[in-house]
């Protein structure tokens, strides 16, 4: 019998080897990753939540699916944010949307990036908001790749390379050139 309390404080690598041998230990995984991967999808993507369920119940399929695959020397929470990231480029391709993405009021990213560069701004400020979306909207989707997973999610640079399958220096570049450009965009819009 697995005692699903104990296993709530494992790591991942822990609960991945439990639910190869008992795939109901697989909840726990899906408990872990279910909200965050959802804000994920929703903040990469202009999609309903509706449809940001169904592409989370299709990457817990795949997930489940390839579990065996799972090389557990790399980060498990690498793995599974690459699945979620390749599930909803699929889906964009599929729905030929040009989409945008949305971004939600998030004060530690806008003074993430602004402070690094002295520039003090009153993020309550609804016209501000608008500004920042625009801004947001107007880079080019290898930044706003790098920018969630980096200021949203939380990712460390190995993560994000591991997620994107590109190399540290590459992520790195990326993301000071996305803040940069940011930054430009957002001051063209206020000018």
Known sequence: MVDFQKLQNKKDEDVI????????????IISRYERKLKNYILRISNISPDEA????QDIFIVVYQNL??????????????RIAHNNVINHWKKNKKNQTLSIEQNKFFIETIFNENSVKIEIENNLIQEEIQMAFNALDEKYKEVLILKF???????????ILQKPMGSIATLINRGKKNFIKKYNEIRT
């Open 17 to 28: 080897s439990c639910v190869l041998k008992s795939p109901d230990c697989y909840s726990i």
């Open 53 to 56: 369920d169904d592409i989370l």
């Open 68 to 81: 065996n695959s799972f090389n557990q020397e790399l980060s498990f929470s690498s793995w599974i944010y």
């Open 152 to 162: 949203w999610e939380g990712k460390d640079y190995k993560e994000i390379s591991d």
